[in-house]
């Protein structure tokens, strides 16, 4: 019967890759810039069939050397190295440049998904003009909207009463209003 187990996700392949080829993969610290064609060696070197697939192991590569920490790595005059560890072909400057390049790219992506999500995660800011003592709103607390009635409107809070009866100080975007 075939063997039922195989790796599936870049994390695991790679933690696999650094078991068997420690002087080519890391998992943490420094990367080491690896040889053109080393997906060809992988293949090469192990039963690719029975622990993982031809396509997991080129998405696990791309990756590995797409992630900072390798581009980081990636310097003009160093060397390249095989599964081994031995020094292979020396890093141009093309290549650094390209590297550098795409490392940008990475963190410009990265600083504009975290300021969408900031965007998209603030709440749109109620001001308290618009809600007045007395008006029976929803707070936005966890993961279920909490009922409670607004007691005392201050300058940047808003103190809710809640049907368990304690009051609660809060910010107006946590509040939503029925």
């Known amino acids: 019967m075939e063997n039922q187990f195989q790796l599936t996700n870049s994390k695991e392949i790679i933690a696999y890759l650094a ?7 890391t998992i943490e610290g420094e990367a080491k810039p ?26 696990a590569l791309r990756a590995y050397t797409m992630s900072w920490r390798y581009l980081y790595c990636i310097k003009e005059g160093e060397y ?19 590297a550098q390049q795409q490392l940008k790219e990475s963190k410009d992506k990265a600083k504009a998904r975290a300021k969408e999500k900031r965007k ?4 749109p ?4 003009r618009a809600l007045k003592i007395g008006d029976f709103v929803k707070l936005s607390l966890g993961n279920k909207p909490v009922k409670g009635q607004i007691i005392k409107l201050e ?23 029925k």
């Open 19 to 25: 078991q068997q080829f420690p002087n080519c993969f």
């Open 34 to 59: 690896l040889k053109i064609g080393i997906f060809q060696d992988i293949l090469s070197q192990i039963d690719s069939n029975e622990l993982l697939s031809k396509t997991k192991l080129r998405v």
């Open 80 to 98: 390249r190295v095989d599964l081994d560890g031995n020094n292979n072909d020396i890093i141009t400057k093309e290549q650094m440049e390209h």
């Open 120 to 123: 998209s995660s603030k709440a």
């Open 125 to 128: 800011v109620k001001k308290p």
């Open 155 to 177: 300058k940047e809070h808003i103190k809710v009463k809640v049907g368990s009866g304690m009051e609660l100080t809060v910010k107006p975007e946590h509040i939503i209003t």
